[in-house]
Nanobody
C-alpha cells in the first residue's frame, strides 16, 4: 500500500527557508514514478511546485523555480522540499504526492502539513 507522509515545522519566519520531508512507503522512490510537492494557500487553488523523478531529475514551476529545490534521500526513501526567502504569501497547506507519469494528476497524496510564515 502506497503511503506518503509530510513532516516539517509548522511555523517559519519571513526571509528564512522552509524545509519539508515526505516519507514514502509501499515502493522505492528510485524504481518508478514521479513525486511532487503541491500547495494550497487559503482561498486559492492547488499550486504545483515541482517534481522529482525516479531517476532523480527535477522539474519546477517556473514561478517558483528561483526559490525551490527538491532533493531525495534514497536510504530513507524520502524526498524533500526547500523553499527559500519565504514570505507570508507562502503560508499554505503543503502536500507531497505521487504521479504515475510526468504531467499527470497525482494518484496518491499525503495528508498535508500546514505551514505558516509569520514573525
Amino acid at each position: 500500500q502506497v503511503q506518503l507522509q509530510e513532516s516539517g515545522p509548522g511555523l517559519v519566519k519571513p526571509s528564512q527557508s522552509l524545509f519539508l520531508t515526505c516519507t514514502v512507503s509501499g515502493g522505492s522512490i528510485t524504481t518508478a514514478y514521479y513525486r511532487s510537492w503541491i500547495r494550497q494557500s487559503p482561498g486559492k487553488g492547488l499550486e504545483w511546485m515541482g517534481v522529482i523523478a525516479y531517476s532523480g531529475s527535477t522539474y519546477y514551476n517556473p514561478s517558483l523555480k528561483s526559490r525551490t529545490s527538491i532533493s531525495r534521500d534514497t536510504s530513507k526513501n524520502q524526498f524533500t522540499l526547500q523553499l527559500s526567502s519565504v514570505t507570508p504569501e507562502d503560508t499554505a497547506m503543503y502536500y507531497c504526492a505521487r504521479q504515475n507519469s510526468y504531467g499527470m494528476a497525482p494518484v496518491y497524496w499525503g495528508q498535508g502539513t500546514q505551514v505558516t510564515v509569520s514573525s
